[in-house]
């Protein structure tokens, strides 16, 4: 079994190009960083190819991580958020946002019995711009405006497809709940 | 639920894993390692963009700069015309060929006047059967007629160019309270400014990278914003282009000379300038800088005019219409005999003049940074260090003269002052586009020459900056 390296390890193994550091980095946290690219690309071949690119900017900017500022798991995620979200403006998949209605009132998100796993595939259901904006603002952290600067729309639409978002998630909720597939 | 149980969940689906085929994907990495342009879809329309514009300003200075024979005669004929329809004065001093030019209407009209006589010459010769024509002196009277009555202006100049990178002064990252996390990011810092150094050879890395970050990568982009904010990039290179127009000033030296000034200044008109460059800047701030180079700059101007040239002026014309008397019916009365006659030679010259410099231009300029873009406006001064001339003039005789020994070999100083909008393409390379105005400077006569000439550009800049 391959030894585990420690972040400060596998970043300056990275940054001198060793390839022992650069396969222990992958074979640590792919895993992880490639559910996080499903989590915003839904389809898993190009979910892949986002995972390669990432590790591809991660070796190149190693030097650019700051043990100081978070764990190398949080920095190599952001930098794979930041590319699925380029990919997904590449593919052109920003929907006139306007189009969607906003939704006026919001109710608390039904978490009840909810556990990671099941919301992890629940939001993988979600259509592609409240994914993003849920994945952002509820999962990563972001501000309204930040998402709004990140996906180029504005920080109203942001907020209104959040709240759009939760809930197409209470209404999957339920609809398994009436279903009984919910323990 | 409680708030803790809310945040475990997000956490939870924060690091939830899948499965997948590492050693494939570390398989699939190794070779996209080895062939990192390959392993991307680049996309190529910043290429195409920015070829395009390239393409453009090269054809556009091509296609400005007619390298034509300096010396054409494109037109010439030899036409009888009638001494008594078209009377030519011969021996025209200064002050009548310039009055003469002045009313260019009277010579298209003496023109058509001849022209129309030459048509019932010939009708008339070929009613009757014994025409003869005969030749009995040489007399020669010459005659510019010049047909540009416009004055103009030119110029020759330099350009500037600024930069559009944003800057912002280095974050010390060091805190008193040093751990042993801390240590290791110093080393890591440490060894990323030994890899960057490593990679700096620029003549190995400046032309890839530049075109790599330029032209297809997306990534350094969105790299761009936030490593521009950490580098304040001292050094930079850049290819400048310009194209322009250029007013010219002729003026005579004596008084007695302004009629030659004069005709000059209608014969010559100044056409368009580009100009090509090397620059080097360096910045004292992210928005104070100082520029030098080192550019080729060639300015045209069209030479054009006719000469008309009596080659005889006491043909005799046998049997031709000596008078028309025209009677109210509409019946015409001819009267046919013996008239004079001149012959006359037109020369149509269409000459271009190629006007070339090598310059230095120096300057200080102030950008004023605003995202991606930046606003600047520059001062200096372009030193001329060779200046060269091919084509031809008319000179005092009022003849032309190829590759006239009128220019100084050098002219000094020119002030320059201009204005620019920079772009940036990534943390390193930029566009700029802007006018500039080059001015002032001595005359670039020799002074023994009776007229001095100077030049003012009015140029349209265009570079692409690189930073180190």
């Known amino acids: ?183 | 639920m409680d708030i803790n149980d809310y945040k475990n969940i997000i956490k939870g689906v924060k690091e939830h894993k899948l499965t997948l085929d590492k050693e494939q994907l570390w398989l699939d990495l190794q070779e996209a390692q080895e062939s990192p342009v390959a392993s991307k879809p680049k996309s190529n329309r910043k290429y195409y963009f920015l070829s395009l514009a390239l393409l453009i300003s090269f054809s556009t200075c091509w296609h400005l700069s007619p390298d034509q024979s300096t010396k054409t005669a494109n037109h010439q004929t030899t036409e009888l015309v009638s001494k008594s329809k078209t009377p030519i004065e011969q021996n025209q001093d200064l002050a009548n060929i310039v009055s003469n030019q002045k009313s260019p209407q009277k010579s298209t009209t003496n023109q058509a006047q001849s022209k129309t006589e030459k048509e019932l010459i010939k009708k008339k010769t070929s009613q009757s059967q014994t025409s003869n024509i005969l030749v009995k002196s040489t007399a020669i009277a010459k005659h510019n007629q010049l047909s540009r009555p416009e004055s103009y202006q030119a110029t020759r100049s330099s350009n500037e160019n600024f930069t559009a990178s944003k800057t912002t002064s280095n974050t010390a990252r060091e805190n008193p309270s040093i751990s042993k996390t801390k240590d290791a990011v110093i080393s890591i810092e440490n060894k990323s400014k030994i890899l960057q150094i490593l990679k700096l050879p620029w003549i190995k890395t400046i032309f890839p990278l530049a075109i790599r970050n330029v032209f297809f990568s997306d990534s350094a982009l969105a790299k761009a914003q936030k490593q521009t904010k950490k580098e304040h990039l001292k050094h930079s290179l850049s290819v400048m282009s310009s194209v322009g127009s250029i007013s010219k000033q002729l003026e005579a030296k004596r008084r007695q000379l302004d009629g030659y000034a004069a005709i000059r200044n209608r014969t010559e008109r100044p056409l368009e300038e580009w100009s090509l460059g090397l620059q080097y800047c360096y910045r004292f701030t992210p928005k104070l800088k100082a520029n030098i180079g080192l550019e080729f700059s060639q300015f045209t101007e069209n030479l054009s005019f006719r000469e008309m040239t009596g080659v005889d002026s006491s043909l005799l014309f046998d049997d031709e219409i000596k008078k028309i008397i025209l009677f109210a019916d509409g019946s015409t009365f001819e009267e046919f005999g013996t008239v004079n006659g001149t012959a006359y030679t037109f020369i149509d010259y269409n000459i271009y003049n190629h006007y070339r410099s090598l310059n230095v231009p120096l300057s200080v300029a102030y950008t004023y940074p605003i995202n991606r873009w930046s606003f600047g406006a520059s001062l200096g001064a372009s030193i001329n260090l060779w200046y060269g001339f091919n084509g031809s003039l008319i000179n005092e005789q009022l003849s032309l003269t190829e590759n006239p020994d009128y220019f100084k070999t050098s002219i000094g100083i020119q002030y320059m002052s201009g204005l620019a909008i920079g772009y940036a393409l990534n943390e390193r390379a930029s566009i700029t586009l802007g006018p500039s105005l080059l001015f002032g400077g001595k005359s670039i006569t020799k002074d023994s020459y009776s007229l001095s000439q100077q030049h003012k550009s009015y140029r349209i800049n265009m570079g692409y900056q690189y930073s180190f």
């Not at chain 1, 992958?26 to 996080?36: H, K, N, P, R, W």
């Not at chain 1, 986002?50 to 590790?55: A, G, V, Y």
């Not at chain 1, 209470?170 to 323990?183: C, F, H, M, S, V």
């Open chain 1, 1 to 183: 079994m391959d030894r585990k390296y420690t972040d400060i390890e596998l970043s300056l193994g990275c940054v001198n190009k060793d390839p022992k550091f650069q396969h222990a980095l992958v074979m640590q946290y792919s895993e992880g960083l490639y559910a996080t690219a499903v989590r915003y690309i839904k389809d898993t071949d190009e979910a892949k190819d986002i995972l390669q690119d990432s590790f591809l900017k991660i070796f190149k900017s190693m030097h650019q991580f700051d043990p100081s500022k978070g764990s190398l798991s949080a920095w190599m995620s952001k930098v794979v958020v930041n590319q699925a979200i380029k990919y997904w403006h590449k593919q052109k998949r920003q929907v006139a946002y306007e189009d969607y209605l906003p939704v006026t009132f919001e109710q608390p998100l039904i978490l009840d019995k909810l556990n990671s796993e099941r919301l992890y595939h629940l939001i993988t259901t979600l259509e592609d711009p409240y994914r993003m904006v849920f994945n952002l603002h509820v999962i990563e952290g972001y501000s309204h405006k930040e998402i709004a600067e990140k996906l180029n729309v504005k920080t109203s639409s942001s907020r209104s497809m959040l709240t759009r978002a939760k809930s197409m998630l209470r209404t999957k909720i339920a609809r398994l709940k009436k279903q009984k597939a919910w323990i």
